[in-house]
């Protein structure tokens, strides 16, 4: 019923900029927060960034100031703008939404987009 489609993943240099989106569709009441998660080979899946219904906003401390998050409830959609980019910002990264089904919220992922970033 509920699918998330990230796009926008590539490869770039330390320094460049990169810009992820993600779309839900299908038949749902309602998106309570979209976000995104990262994960790198051999590592747990952590937060990146998360913007809730009503525009509150949480990063994960290394991208403050270099990655930016943004919503748009109409096209729920949510984007996020990757600046200054570093080679330790290399991870799949996943579109992650928690979503009301009828009655019942959950959490729901995308496949993931592959960043790279590398000299």
């Not at 993943?9 to 009441?29: D, I, N």
């Not at 109409?74 to 928690?98: F, G, H, I, R, W």
């Amino acid at each position: 019923q509920v699918h998330l489609v990230e796009s926008g993943g590539g490869s770039v240099q330390p320094g460049g900029s990169l810009r992820l989106s993600c779309t839900a569709s299908g038949s749902f009441s309602s998106i309570i927060a979209m976000g995104w998660h990262r994960q790198a080979p051999g590592k747990e899946r952590e937060l990146v960034a998360t913007v809730n219904r009503g525009g509150g906003i949480e990063y994960k401390d290394s991208v403050k100031g270099r990655f930016t998050i943004s919503r748009d409830n109409a096209l729920n959609s949510v984007y996020l703008q990757m600046n200054s980019l570093k080679p330790e910002d290399t991870a799949v990264y996943y579109c992650n939404a928690y979503i009301y089904v009828a009655r019942q919220g959950s959490d729901y992922w995308g496949q993931g987009t592959q960043v790279t970033v590398s000299s």
